[in-house]
DNA sequence: ATAACATTGTTGCAAATGCAACATGTATTT
DNA sequence: AAATACATGTTGCATTTGCAACAATGTTAT
């Protein structure tokens, strides 16, 4: 008795079938559903920068790399998104020390949390019905699952951020 | 006794702690790990082309609008992907009638399977590695979730595909 | 002390992506 | 029959995005 040693009798799986792919399929979703509420109800900021101004909002005194490390961008468009909210007024930035290095904090500014909670407001019956469909409990499960997902990636990967 | 009006009374969410940001973060994780993985094991196709041959492996006969539904890109995008895919000849393109309207309908080649069985097997080892971290009803939850906020949206979004 | 390295932020450039406009051909309406 | 609307695919352009290189500054090693 042999056991079989051919690759043809593996079962190949489909990237596909994959929950990293459903998670990205269900991620454009997300994000075209974001843009589309914004093309109707803002146009003072982008879905990216409100991101931010709600990371901002849950965080103080952030550098920029920190800011990066939360979204997951590059400092590159780190720093632009800040450029434009600056602009704007509803960020301020300041120098400040961070382990004896130099960096630039930001603080969201009354104005920026202002225009913050409009847009939450706003959103709020959209939230409260993607959130009507599913069990508490499965809501619980599906935010593990994805934190649990991340901290797995995070040990692989390197974000060069 | 009067009911509170004034919505600073209203709790307020915060998009950054909602399943769908926390889906694009997620994203962005799966998205960086898969672009390190063919980086280090594949330089003949993209992961995204990896991911429309897959799905060319699953469906035969597609048109090119057909594609795009799946991957959720816009055609304009989906013409391109081909392109470069036919070039390498892992895809043949063939006009066809579908609804009595001429159409470019895609079909995988040898190759194309060939190097999709290759990609698959050696991504075989971090896939049962991403998904040994849940339990097999998480899986079906998390997999369930999902597609149901895909239906949920693409009952209010129009994704312009 | 000096060299090598690490951290932070910026700039420039190239690739990816989306969107609007167009060309072509079919279906529907008037 | 003519006009209008729809479906498919392509092209061009503008925006987004990521990456590599750089400048400035602080830390570590030799």
Redesign the interface.
Known sequence: MTMPTN?DN?K?????D?????????????????I?LFNQVCSEISPEE??VL??L??NKGLCQRDIAKLI?KDRANTGRVLDSLEKKGFIKRYNDLKNNRMVRKTDITKEGREIL?EL??R??P??E???K??SNE??L??????????D???K????HI
């Open positions: 690759t593996i190949i799986m489909h990237y596909t994959s929950p990293s792919y459903e998670l990205e399929l269900t991620s454009r979703y997300c994000k075209a559903l974001l589309q409100f991101a709600d990371t909002c849950c997951l909670k939450t407001l959103f709020q959209i939230h019905r993607m959130c469909i599913f499965d809501i499960i599906l935010r593990a699952s994805l934190k649990k997902m991340r797995a990636i995070s692989i990967v390197d974000m």
